[in-house]
């Protein structure tokens, strides 16, 4: 079994996906009024996001998105996840605490070795 399968990658993966999800629909809820479902362009947004999380080079490592030397992400839907998460990002606090502190946890958690080289990589390129 390979790093990128191990159970703990693949409950890292889930959760990331589980909040993701959350903040999508928090979201979608507020600003497109939508009722229990989302539009067809934040359900885009969602299953693109999650196939993004899924396939992370940087797995079983993965650090948050924002803090990753590599954007994976095309550049229109990186800019809408961005307004989702400036939107539903403090809002998470009162929907799911939990969350939210598991993410504040990754976020300053120091990065992988693999991590590290990539972003010495991108500075030396700069």
């Known amino acids: 079994m ?3 399968t191990s159970p703990a990658a693949q409950r890292q ?6 909040t993701v999800a959350k ?5 979608c809820h507020a600003q497109h ?5 989302l539009c067809p362009e934040c359900a885009e ?3 693109y996001a999650q196939a993004r999380i899924a396939h992370c080079a940087f797995l079983p490592d993965k650090p948050t998105c924002a803090k990753c030397p590599v954007h994976c992400y095309q550049p229109a839907m990186r800019a809408h996840m961005r307004k ?3 939107y539903a990002g403090p ?3 009162l929907h799911d605490p939990v969350a939210t502190v598991q ?3 990754q976020t300053l958690r120091k990065p992988s070795p693999v991590v590290q080289r990539a972003l010495a990589r991108k500075a030396a390129k700069e």
């Open 84 to 86: 989702v998460m400036r």
């Open 91 to 93: 809002r998470m606090l």
């Open 45 to 47: 947004l969602l299953a």
């Open 13 to 18: 993966v889930a959760q990331e996906q589980r």
């Open 2 to 4: 390979s790093n990128r």
């Open 103 to 105: 993410h504040l946890a």
């Open 23 to 27: 903040m999508i629909a928090l979201y």
């Open 33 to 37: 009024h939508t009722q229990g479902s």
